[in-house]
């Protein structure tokens, strides 16, 4: 069997991999990146709209999920969005602010998966795609041992970057999660984040049709709230407010809607009995919220009257309605869509700042593979390059 030897192995060709092959091959190390499909980076490409949200410049430790929250605190604060910017710009990629700090490619998110491969070949890291690994394991010297179509490959530091299990057509795995098991690491379960939310029975009937209307609300569960925007889909709901609480969500979760955020509902309709008592609630709706839905509010939860037949007491209930909308969710549309995966490899046997094991010396693992999720806006990738960035560092000290 043919015998590569290399200082470090990098098992996934994303966002985390990369950049943590860059930074150690950078610093001196022999570094092989084996990624299992057949080109690395397949989710930058995807990533915003195939202008990748490579980053927000509002990056805190609060905008990510996980069983430890303090994790997150020492590579986010070492490797920080300015950081990627500044390679970015060396790259002469020009970019712009989406919102709310979100930084996107103008052109392309190619431009970025360029970016890392440029960086890759310049620091003589090597990369072979098509590498998915049939074995893992150890040698007498403790070294790693990995076999691929490649041979047998030996490495002293093995870094698992193979992400989660969103999007399985992109290469998606359980790789990560099975090798840290056999190496003795506990992965806290699994679930979809950042994914449309599913409907079923009256729940559905009640809003069937409303598929492409799209408005402004803020949604809450679980004590979170966003404001955002809410698309009905054939299936459910979706757009960035429901990806955002989705990954807060468990099937049977409380989930409240203020269709009329910023505004005082009650005012609202106050004023609409004052001003023009003998227009129908249903006309008014729809000039404060897309027509089609404004007029399936109307048929289901508010019937339409003149408004000067609303007793106070009515129109109180209404306002309250208004602002605290009952939607029932059955369920996600899973990792088929989903955008990050929530859960994985523990943190509490993984360094934060080297994220090496804490019970197998060599071993690391970075980005999503591991119990880290952030919100949507660029944060997942910038978890991405700070702890690949943090793991580069430390293979090579
Ligand atoms: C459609 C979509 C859009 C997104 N848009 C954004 C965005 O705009 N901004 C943002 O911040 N985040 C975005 N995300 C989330 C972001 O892409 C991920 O959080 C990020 O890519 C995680 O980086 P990673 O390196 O840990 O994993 P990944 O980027 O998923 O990389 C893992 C790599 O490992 C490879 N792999 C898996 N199993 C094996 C194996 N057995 N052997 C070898 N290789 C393997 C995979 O093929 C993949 O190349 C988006 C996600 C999706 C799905």
């Known amino acids: 069997m043919n015998v590569v030897d290399t200082d470090v192995a990098v098992v996934g060709g994303g966002a985390a991999g990369l950049m943590c092959a860059m930074t150690a091959a950078g610093r001196g190390l022999r570094v092989l990146v084996l990624e299992g499909a057949n080109r690395v980076g397949k989710k930058i490409l995807m990533s915003g709209g195939g202008r990748c949200n490579f980053t927000n410049t509002g990056t805190t430790p609060e905008q990510y999920l996980s069983a430890n929250p303090h994790f997150v605190k020492s590579a986010l604060a070492r490797y920080t969005p300015w950081h990627f910017l500044e390679l970015v710009e060396r790259h002469r990629i020009a970019w712009h602010e989406k919102e709310a700090g979100q930084l996107f490619c103008d052109e392309s998110s190619k431009l970025v998966v360029r970016m890392l491969l440029d960086e890759c070949a310049r620091a003589g890291a090597r990369i072979e795609t098509q590498a998915a690994i049939a074995r893992v394991g150890r040698d007498d010297a403790g070294r790693f041992e990995l076999d691929c179509r490649l041979g047998r490959v030996r490495a002293s530091r093995l870094v698992v970057a193979s992400g989660g299990l969103s999007i399985p057509s992109l290469g998606a795995s359980g790789f990560g999660y099975a090798l840290a098991a056999d190496f003795g690491h506990a992965v806290l379960p699994t679930r979809a984040g950042l994914v449309p939310l599913t409907l079923s029975g009256r729940h559905q009937e009640r809003l069937d049709g409303l598929a492409g209307v799209s408005l402004p609300v803020e949604v809450r569960c679980n004590g979170r709230a966003f404001a955002d925007a809410l698309l009905f889909t054939h299936r459910g709901v979706s757009g960035p407010a429901i990806l955002q609480i989705s990954s807060y969500w468990h099937p049977g979760d409380d989930l409240r809607l203020d269709l009329l955020p910023g505004r005082d509902a009650h005012a609202l309709l106050q004023a609409w009995q004052r001003e023009r008592p003998a227009a129908e609630l249903r006309t008014l709706l729809a000039e404060a919220l897309p027509r089609r839905f404004a ?37 996600t549309e899973g990792y088929r869509t989903a955008e990050v995966t929530l859960g994985g490899v523990d943190t509490d046997q993984v360094s934060s700042s080297t994220f090496e094991s804490r019970s197998v010396p060599g071993l690391h693992f970075v980005g999503e593979v591991l119990d880290v999720a952030g919100w949507l806006g660029g944060y997942n990738f910038q978890w991405a390059w700070a702890s690949g960035h943090a793991a580069g560092e430390a293979v090579a000290s």
């Open 295 to 331: 007029q399936r509010l109307a048929e289901r939860w508010l019937p339409s009257r003149p408004m000067r037949q609303y007793p106070p007491p009515e129109l109180r209930r209404m306002a309250a309605l208004l602002h605290d909308w009952p939607l029932v969710a059955s369920g």
